[in-house]
């Protein structure tokens, strides 16, 4: 998986988009909005479970970042400045669709074991090898949806984007032993309903994404022409797999945070769909002139 924050860029040349777009320049602005929305739109994506409120979600995230770029000071570093916008936003907007369907793992667990575990034969097992890698990253999504929105969200920064406890504290304004705190009991969580649910990290557990893409398959639930993922995106998920089997093996903690780490991200992006639809309002214009 490309890791959205670790993208190439500088603190210096966000530091120059900035001053450059206080001073009116759009085509600055365009490309700081350019270099973090990729960030903003797949953190959106796992908080939500649904690409389409994520991409709503990193709509609003910006206009706030537009409107309040005035007031970064430069006395911190930029990315600090927007990573507090961005969890201030997502702790405090309005519920998604998602966290309104999935409330527990409780209920997950319950929507999970009343859909059938038919058995495959080999050939069946790679015809449904492309809908079980859908299967797998929709069922941890759903995973992630049963952790309250601040539990969520330090699990994803920290590890699935690899954010360090002493930034993550800093955004969350809490203290570090806090922040690992918090992290911890999220984990725990995790693990916990894996342990006791899922085939992935637990081979007891009859639950298997493969047994799980037949069934809803049958039932009209997943449809190869209608994934959310796309070939790329599974394509990524592939390379990450090879490359990290081996050690995803050596203990079932790791082997948690690599799954979560493994699902796709989004790195290309439609520019009307988010700069222009943003850039050509006027009353956003202004806070630049």
């Keep these: ?14 530091r120059e988009l900035v001053e450059r777009s206080l001073e009116g320049d759009r085509k600055s602005l365009e490309r700081l909005i350019q270099l973090h929305q990729s960030f903003i739109y797949n953190v959106a994506w796992k908080m939500v479970h649904d690409p389409h409120d994520a991409m709503d979600l990193t709509q609003e995230v910006l206009i706030k970042v537009i409107t309040k ?12 400045w927007l990573y507090r916008i961005v969890v201030n936003e997502f702790l405090q907007g309005k519920r998604r669709k998602m966290e309104l369907e999935i409330s527990s793992f409780d209920e997950l667990g319950r929507r999970l074991e009343a859909i059938p575990n038919p ?15 859908e299967m797998k ?3 941890m999504s759903g995973m992630l949806m049963c952790l309250n929105r601040e539990q969520r969200l330090i699990y994803i920064l920290a590890d699935t984007y690899g954010i360090d406890h002493k930034l993550g504290a800093e955004v969350f304004d809490i ?4 922040y690992r705190v918090k992290l911890h ?3 725990k969580e995790l693990f916990n309903y894996m342990s006791n649910k899922c085939g992935l990290i637990n081979k007891a557990n009859p639950c298997r994404c493969s047994k799980k893409a037949k069934a809803l398959k049958g039932m009209g639930v997943l449809d190869e022409n209608k994934m959310i ?6 394509e990524q998920i592939a390379q990450y797999a090879e490359t990290h089997s081996a050690e995803a093996c050596e203990k079932h903690e790791t082997a948690m945070q690599d799954l979560f780490q493994s699902h796709p991200v989004r790195t290309q992006f439609d520019k009307e769909t988010i700069i222009d639809t943003i850039l050509k309002e006027s009353d956003y214009l202004k806070y630049f002139q």
């Design 119 to 133: 058995d495959l034969t080999r050939e069946e097992e790679m015809l449904y090898e492309e809908l079980s890698r």
């Design 185 to 187: 009991r999220a984990r």
């Design 175 to 178: 203290s570090p032993q806090n």
């Design 1 to 14: 998986m490309q890791n959205p924050l670790k993208l190439e860029y500088t603190e210096t040349l966000d």
């Design 69 to 80: 770029l005035s007031q970064f000071k430069f006395n911190s570093s930029f990315r600090t």
């Design 229 to 234: 993922f796309t070939k790329a995106y599974r």
């Design 137 to 139: 990253v929709r069922c």
